[in-house]
Nanobody, 121 residues
Framework: QVHVVESGGGLVQPGGSLRLSCATS????????IYWYRQTPGKERELVAS????????KYAASVKGRFTIARENAKNAAYLQMNHLTPEDTAVYYC??????????????WGQGTQVTVSS
């Protein structure tokens, strides 16, 4: 069975840091692009960062560029999001999304259940 499990969220003060992890199993992780999304009630889901299958193509939302770093370790079937200089605007549920890199109509897509990040003084 497929598993995508985020961890590392919690309560942190403004200016603090958190490192989120996305642990996966049940599929060929190295064939999947990874996207970190975040969502707050009443707001649109936002794509925070993405990383390609081998980690050579990385993109960040303007709102987090320079503060967040996305990474992956294919040998561990895991991806990460290092978040520094956090602000209350970063408060959200963060989701790991794995998307198969395959040019067809039926590519595989898997979501984790999310991890809560709360930035508050």
């Amino acid at each position: 069975q497929v598993h995508v499990v985020e961890s590392g969220g919690g309560l942190v003060q403004p200016g603090g840091s958190l490192r989120l992890s996305c642990a996966t199993s049940g599929f060929t992780f190295s064939d999947f692009n990874i996207y970190w999304y975040r969502q707050t009630p009443g707001k649109e889901r936002e794509l925070v960062a993405s990383i390609s299958t081998a980690g050579r193509r990385i993109k960040y939302a303007a709102s987090v560029k320079g503060r967040f770093t996305i990474a992956r370790e294919n040998a561990k079937n895991a991806a990460y999001l290092q978040m520094n200089h956090l602000t209350p605007e970063d408060t959200a549920v963060y989701y790991c999304h794995a998307v198969q890199e395959y040019y067809s109509d039926n590519i595989l897509k898997y979501w984790g259940q999310g991890t809560q990040v709360t930035v508050s003084s």
